[in-house]
Nanobody
Framework: QVQLVESGGGLVQPGGSLRLSCVASGSIFSTSAMGWYRQAPGNQREWVTSFTRDGRPKYADSVKGRFTISRDNAKNTVYLQMNSLQPEDTAVYYC???????????WGKGTLVTVSS
């Protein structure tokens, strides 16, 4: 059974940093494009960042230069380093895996990030 489990969310002041983690169980990590999405209260879920099929990171304009996605294949984990956080970054952050071999999306349950003074 495929599971994605996010962690690392919390309350941070404007200008602060957080690092989110997403651990993937099952056998999908090596055949998946991993990424992060977020959903702010009252808004639709939006794409934040992901790896392309050839392993290049891509970022939404709103986070470019502040957020960094990385992965540790040995730990089946993808990370999201978030710096210079602003109140508009407040959202539930979701990890997503697109498994090329199955043509399927898998989602975690999300972790809440709140940026407030």
């Amino acid at each position: 059974q495929v599971q994605l489990v996010e962690s690392g969310g919390g309350l941070v002041q404007p200008g602060g940093s957080l690092r989110l983690s997403c651990v993937a169980s099952g056998s999908i990590f090596s055949t998946s494009a991993m990424g992060w999405y977020r959903q702010a209260p009252g808004n639709q879920r939006e794409w934040v960042t992901s790896f392309t099929r050839d392993g290049r990171p891509k970022y939404a304009d709103s986070v470019k230069g502040r957020f960094t996605i990385s992965r540790d294949n040995a730990k089946n984990t993808v990370y999201l380093q978030m710096n210079s956080l602003q109140p508009e970054d407040t959202a539930v952050y979701y990890c997503k895996a697109y498994d090329y071999s199955r043509d399927m999306d898998y989602w975690g349950k999300g972790t809440l990030v709140t940026v407030s003074s």
